[in-house]
């Protein structure tokens, strides 16, 4: 590691060129990203980058010295909640981000269970084993107990097996609309019943949905229930900085009351500065993204946005059209949404996506997790749907002769299986050895991923969390 602060200043150029240099390897918004990347174009990036500096400077720590803040949070909630349909009443709180929005939403739950339930000493929520990592992130910052439910051949939560899970002390009922991975939409109308039948409350995961499936039901597309017109729903998340195509850092939560909001929020005066209320995690917290998410909003108008949930539902039925022809290759789940997930019937799938890596496009290599085998996610936006045709000839290309799935070697499997066993053994184990082995040298990754993903596709998930801690820990050490 080098310090960037040097005893005289540098020039403006100097210093911004330095940052521009940093930013060339990253992954560029090219149309040649199929995950990470939502992107609605130049005049988009351009209107949120000249937004994003306007609001730079407004701290939403304070919406009465800065009521710009509470003037753009008020507005792009209002549309949020218009977009899924919330009834008079309804609030929402704008957040960093769609793990924020999700933390929220669980505090919102326990707190209120707490006021108004405090027989409930374990809260516990059902969460489908296909539900987003925050929600485990969630569970443990607060304290909250998860109850996974299982997921059918589609990947849609059993109905059933959250209703012979329900106990007393569950609080909060959890869907997705829709899920990451495959992109299904869990059975919202059932498990919004079931958790009012027992009087508890219900978050609908709209992060990666809650900006497009509106607008695909506006084309006439099917789309299943999962907003506020569902009975039985009291909460809902969607990130305006994946499909509201606004750069990092914007999320709303939505509340069905403001009784449920009020247990979202902390105040405290119990210290000697200013008293303070906040509605998120963060105190100081910049306008921003904010600013430029409302800017992208005004720009684009709901014309644009229906206008790309068309295109990027086309480019994916296209997509999984060729998925489903090409021999070798195999659609996990029919999508309800503009992202999937895919993987090989016998070929090695993560020498798969080196290929396509090889080949200049960014696909996500994901690990076999309880229903879920490995397989590669994609994650259709404006700007890729263009260049569908290309990576589909280049998708045909690369499943052919695919070497037999790989196992890691085996020294590598001892060190996972003395990881698994813990204690001593493990112990001894340093990332160095692990990263080595590996063919990771001073946090450069190697030119092909299949030997980490095999790796880690082939540990447990504990296993896995850990290496994870270890290799991210090495990247910033
Ligand atoms: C992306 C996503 C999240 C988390 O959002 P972040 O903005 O990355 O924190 C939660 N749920 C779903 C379904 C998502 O796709």
């Not at 008079?88 to 707190?111: F, M, N, P, Y």
């Not at 495959?182 to 039948?197: C, F, Q, R, S, Y």
């Amino acid at each position: 590691m080098t310090s960037v602060f040097p005893e005289h200043g540098r020039s403006q150029e100097e210093v911004l060129a330095a940052l521009a240099d940093h930013r060339a390897k990253d992954l560029k918004s090219d149309g040649h990203a199929f995950a990470f990347v939502y992107d609605a174009g130049d005049d988009a990036r351009a209107i949120a980058r000249e937004a994003f500096v306007a609001s730079m400077g407004a701290n939403g720590l304070d919406p009465t010295a800065y009521p710009s803040t509470r003037k753009l949070e008020n507005g792009f909630i209002a549309t949020c909640l218009e977009l899924v349909r919330a009834p008079q009443g309804a609030v929402g709180t704008a957040t960093a981000g769609g793990t924020e929005s999700v933390i929220l939403a669980v505090k919102a739950a326990r707190d209120f269970f707490r006021k108004t339930r405090p027989e409930i000493t374990s809260p516990k929520m059902l969460l489908p084993e296909t539900a987003h990592a925050c929600f485990h992130k969630a569970a443990a910052y607060l304290g909250v107990e998860i109850v996974t439910v299982d997921v059918d051949e589609s990947f849609r939560a059993k109905v059933d097996d959250a209703r012979a899970k329900m106990t007393k002390d569950v609080i909060l009922v959890v869907g997705s609309a829709p899920s990451y991975a495959h992109g299904v939409v869990d059975p919202i109308p059932e498990l919004a019943t079931l958790a009012k039948e027992h009087g508890v409350l219900m978050h609908v995961d709209a992060c990666v949905g809650g900006w497009v499936l509106p607008f695909l039901r506006e084309n006439g597309i099917e789309v299943p229930p999962f907003d506020f017109t569902v009975d039985g729903v009291t909460s809902l998340s969607m990130d305006m900085h994946k499909y509201g195509f606004a750069p990092k850092g914007v999320s709303a939560v939505l509340m069905r009351d403001r009784a449920l909001r009020d247990a979202q929020y902390f105040a405290c005066a119990k210290w000697s500065g200013y008293s303070i209320v906040n509605s998120t995690t963060l105190g100081s917290k910049s306008a921003a993204a904010l600013g430029a998410a409302v800017a992208v909003l005004g720009h684009l108008g709901r014309a644009r946005y229906r206008e790309n949930a068309k295109k990027m539902w086309n480019a994916t039925e296209k997509l999984c059209a060729v998925v489903q022809t090409t021999p070798g290759l195999r659609l996990l789940a029919k999508p309800d949404m503009n992202l999937f997930a895919f993987t090989t019937t016998e070929g090695d799938v993560f020498e798969l996506a080196d290929r396509m890596t090889a080949r200049g496009w960014h696909v996500q290599a994901t690990y076999a997790f309880g229903a879920s085998p490995a397989h590669i996610h994609l994650t259709l936006d404006p700007g890729n749907s263009d260049n569908v045709d290309a990576f589909a000839a280049d998708l045909r290309a690369a499943a052919a002769d695919l070497p037999p799935t790989q196992q890691p070697p085996a020294q590598v499997l001892m060190l996972l299986d003395q990881l698994a066993k813990g204690g001593e053994g493990a112990a001894k184990i340093d990332s160095s050895m692990l990263l080595g082995a590996l063919g990771i040298v001073d946090g450069q990754m190697p030119s092909k991923s299949a030997p980490i993903h095999r790796l880690l596709n082939a540990a447990s998930p504990d296993v896995r969390e850990k290496l994870l801690v270890l290799f991210i820990g090495e990247l910033f050490s």
